[in-house]
């Protein structure tokens, strides 16, 4: 299937490791000129050498933390010189800590908001009007499963990502008539140094081990396993290609089947 992405400039944010790489490779893999980012320079740019080999792509590497306006801005900048144009965003920071409400002091929770949705809505800010005068865009945030079944200590990351829904989800709205679409996509499970930290963390709370903790996540999900990078990034370029134009407004899970509502 063409996803009709080939040329489309995208910025994928925190992408020299886990989902945001995964997603930036299959984007390059259907022919979208990247612009990445992230804080760890040696590994964005082993990240960004490794999608230049395997796809062909047009690749721009920039260290920056999107939880620093001034940074959002130098990133939107390289794009616009490197392709006159952003048309699809890809927004991802990582997750807050973990721990229960009493762990987390006040600047921790200042932190979280401007990693979780500050970097959500400046590089918003920063790419819309374009996509609007032009017509065409795609907004896609990475939030989590969280904001459809909290996660146990997980109150950072269960409050702010549930903020990005409703920012994202009134958007939408606004972008629609430009033909701007607007869409979140949740990970559930999957396996990134993220879970593997939280396995950790977590099995440190319940007195057992990191992979007891893996096999109690996986217990939890019908599929009965972890979600694979790629499954989770499959789904972003759908929602960034031609092929998606009708869809916007949504929360995706990407979870194996681990959320149980209805909606």
């Not at 890809?90 to 979780?116: C, I, K, M, Q, Y």
């Amino acid at each position: 299937m063409d996803l009709g992405l080939r040329g489309r400039p995208a910025i994928v944010a925190a992408s020299s490791r886990g989902l945001g790489r995964a997603v930036a490779e299959e984007l390059a893999r259907e022919g979208a000129d990247l612009v990445m980012c992230a804080r760890g320079e040696s590994a964005l740019q082993e990240a960004a050498d490794a999608i230049r080999t395997s796809t062909g792509a047009r690749v721009v590497a920039l260290k920056a933390d999107v939880a620093n306006p001034a940074d959002v801005d130098r990133v939107v900048n390289a794009a616009m010189e490197a392709y006159g144009r952003v048309d699809v965003l890809v927004t991802n920071g990582g997750g807050p800590p973990a721990g229960p409400f009493e762990s987390h002091s006040s600047e921790a929770w200042s932190d979280a908001v401007r990693l979780v949705l500050d970097s959500v809505v400046n590089l918003t800010r920063a790419v819309l009007p374009g996509m609007k005068e032009r017509r065409w865009g795609r907004i896609i945030n990475v939030t989590s499963i969280a904001v459809k079944q909290p996660v146990d200590n997980l109150i950072l990351s269960n409050t702010l990502r549930s903020a990005v829904t409703g920012f994202a989800r009134t958007l939408a709205n606004e972008a629609a008539p430009f033909n701007v679409t607007v869409n979140n996509v949740l990970p559930g499970y999957t396996r990134t140094q993220r879970v593997e930290d939280l396995s950790k963390r977590s099995a440190e709370l319940r007195g057992t081990t990191p992979e007891e903790q893996i096999a109690y996540f996986e217990r939890q999900i019908p599929m009965g396993r972890l979600g694979e990078p790629r499954e989770f990034a499959a789904m972003v370029a759908f929602l960034a290609s031609e092929r998606a134009s009708y869809v916007t407004g949504t929360s995706v899970p990407v979870d194996g089947g681990w959320i149980r509502s209805l909606l």
